[in-house]
């Protein structure tokens, strides 16, 4: 269902190809980063993608950097918020415009292998319909003045056996590659939960999918992040977090039967469930 990238296509004709992926960049005020991420998509082994930017109400150049690439190529759309929503509201937009059959989240401060799209949809078709989620091994880096970049190693991230085992699976997973029909089944990003769902939109979502659906990991480096001082899960917002991750996980036990309460744990700045207790 997908071809690879010969390197000989224009974007025009490629676009002709039926697409089956949506990247999707939920982003503001991002422009400091964005141009790498965007650069990362257009460079992928296969053609048949959509990229979609959805801006939370940027207050920066964001619109003036993506516009650039909207002239340029036919498979990028940039759309526009009129005000500051949060990332699950900017997710949920998303979604309702995206018409793949696979939706693959990229951070807008963040960027993929040139492999990205084709590891994650062989691993998906694959896996066939149970399979909702497709991650790997990500590569983190840290930002240094003027813009250089340090690389501060592999995350090794192993395979998520069952939503039980996910809920003391501590990683984030990277990227987050998805079944578009299951994140509509599940009802994709609640806002209403604390602070609004501008927090832990990644674990809301995952918790939803894992009631459901199977998570496959590609054994391999398939995506970049990277760690700067204006990351949501800097230390400042520790707290929110917490709030959130709390409200996660106790509603997620309940609705899958209410049989464990969590035990917390605090690991590196971050509250996670160090395990689960039979009720």
Known sequence: MFTINSGSETPESSAERVPIVTVVIPTYNRARFIRRGIESVLKQTI??????????GSKDKTERIVRKYVERDPRIRYVKQRKNRGVCYTLNHALSLVDTPYFS?????????????????RKMEEGGPKVAVVYGNDKVWKKKRGNRLKYLGKKKKRQIRGKYDFITFHSMIYPRFYRTEALRKVGGWSTRVPEGGRFAEDRQILLKLAGRYRFKAVRKAIYNRLNHESNNSRIENRDKYARVTR????????????????????????????????K
Request: net charge positive.
């Open 47 to 56: 053609d048949n993608w959509k990229l979609l930017i959805v801006d939370d």
């Open 247 to 278: 409200y996660l996980y106790k509603k997620a036990l309940k609705r899958w039967g209410d049989k464990y309460k969590p035990r917390f744990v605090w690991v590196r700045g971050r509250l996670k469930v160090g395990r689960l207790i039979k």
């Open 105 to 121: 989240q990229l951070d807008a401060d963040d960027w993929y292998e040139k492999d990205t799209l084709e590891k994650c949809l």
